[in-house]
Each structure stands twice: as C-alpha cells, then as structure tokens.
T-cell receptor, first 108, second 114 residues
Framework: AQRVTQPEKLLSVFKGAPVELKCNYS??????LFWYVQYSRQRLQLLLR??SRESIKGFTADLNKGETSFHLKKPFAQEEDSAMYYC??????????FGAGTQVVVTP | DAGVIQSPRHEVTEMGQEVTLRCKPI?????LFWYRQTMMRGLELLIY????????DSGMPEDRFSAKMPNASFSTLKIQPSEPRDSAVYFC????????????FGPGTRLTVT
C-alpha cells in the first residue's frame, strides 16, 4: 500500500540550530516527491521538489531511494521557518498522498 | 490572478444541516483537488477532478460527502447531513496538469459543526 510517513508531529528547535524533518515513503514505481509548507494564516504552498534539486529558503531535501526517504534539512533554523510542513508523494499515474505533517517551532 | 478562491472562509452549522463549500480554481488549470485537514489525520485527499470529471473519490469518507464540478471554473463539496466529526479545514487546490506538478491551494474553509 502507498504510504507517506512523517514520524514527528512537532519539532521544536532553537534559532540557529539545524533542523531535519523526516519523510519516509512506501510507493511502487518512481514517484515524485515534494515538500509543501503552510505558514501561519497563509495558504499551503510548494516549498521544493526533488526533481529540481534546488535549495529554497535554505532548505534542501535529498531523495534516498535505498532508504525510501526524502528528509528536509536546514543547517541554521530561523524564526520565520516556524510552520507546518507536509511531505507529498505522487506516482506516475497522478495518485498523490500527503504525510500527516510536522509542526516546526523555532524559538529564539 | 487571485489564485484559488474558496467560499465561505468560515462556516458554523448545527449537526444535521447541509453544508456546501465552494471553489474556483485558477483559470487554465485542468485538475482540481479537495482536501480535509485535521489535527489527528493531517491533510487528506478527498477527491480530485480532471477536466471536470471525477477521477478518484476513494478518499471521500462516506456517502454524506459529495462533490461536483459542473464547469471548469467551479466546484462544490457538499456534506449532508453534517456531523461534529466533520469539523475541519477544507482545502481546494488546482494544478495545470496531473501527476507530479505543483498544486496551488486556496485559503481553506474552516468548518465547525456543533
């Protein structure tokens, strides 16, 4: 069965500390992976996608096919990174699934 | 472009009442998605449409829920009768194409059923 797992519901870090949000998936074929973010009182929006191999707002995510993971990382967390983060997996047929989400709280 | 538009932004209703949520996707987007967000379950895909046709409604929780897309610029999600456990934020999203393409989300409708 297709599954996306974000094991941490809440991640609390200090400003300037590294932050890593875990995402593991169980999918057949070659899925596409994304991270979406929802800041307070804002719409859910795309943060980054694995095919772009880009760094957005200091965040990067590496797809590890062997471990079926797509963890989101940032070396130095900022207060404005406080938000809800969702891992998203989409298969070749367009079937998609979001993880349960991880709430990140960055404290000064 | 104003992005995906949803109405109402907030809805409070009593158990047993019918609730209709509305969505206007971004012009030119062929795919429309309805999601439900709760603390317990996170973000759940309820149903999605391609060119106004429902493609996958396996996420619709039960027969009390129904969704329509009469044309390319409008969709509704209806709950009849509503129950307190339906309280959640309902999001609509659209994308230019299906598969692994960015989805653009609306602001959501916060539904409270008392």
């Amino acid at each position: 069965a297709q599954r996306v797992t974000q094991p941490e519901k809440l991640l609390s870090v200090f400003k300037g500390a590294p932050v890593e949000l875990k995402c593991n998936y169980s999918y057949s074929g070659s899925p596409e992976l994304f991270w979406y973010v929802q800041y307070s009182r804002q719409r859910l929006q795309l943060l980054l996608r694995h095919i772009s191999r880009e760094s957005i707002k200091g965040f990067t995510a590496d797809l590890n096919k062997g471990e079926t993971s797509f963890h989101l990382k940032k070396p130095f967390a900022q207060e404005e990174d406080s938000a809800m983060y969702y891992c998203n997996v989409t298969d070749s047929w367009g079937k998609l699934q979001f993880g349960a989400g991880t709430q990140v709280v960055v404290t000064p | 472009d104003a992005g995906v538009i949803q109405s109402p932004r907030h809805e409070v209703t009593e158990m047993g009442q019918e609730v209709t949520l509305r969505c206007k996707p971004i012009s030119g987007h062929d795919y429309l998605f309805w999601y439900r967000q709760t603390m317990m379950r996170g973000l759940e895909l309820l149903i999605y449409f391609n060119n106004n046709v429902p493609i996958d409604d396996s996420g619709m929780p039960e027969d009390r829920f129904s969704a329509k897309m009469p044309n390319a610029s409008f969709s509704t999600l209806k709950i009849q009768p509503s129950e307190p456990r339906d309280s959640a934020v309902y999001f609509c999203a659209s994308s230019r194409r299906g598969g692994p393409y960015e989805q653009y989300f609306g602001p959501g409708t916060r539904l409270t059923v008392t």
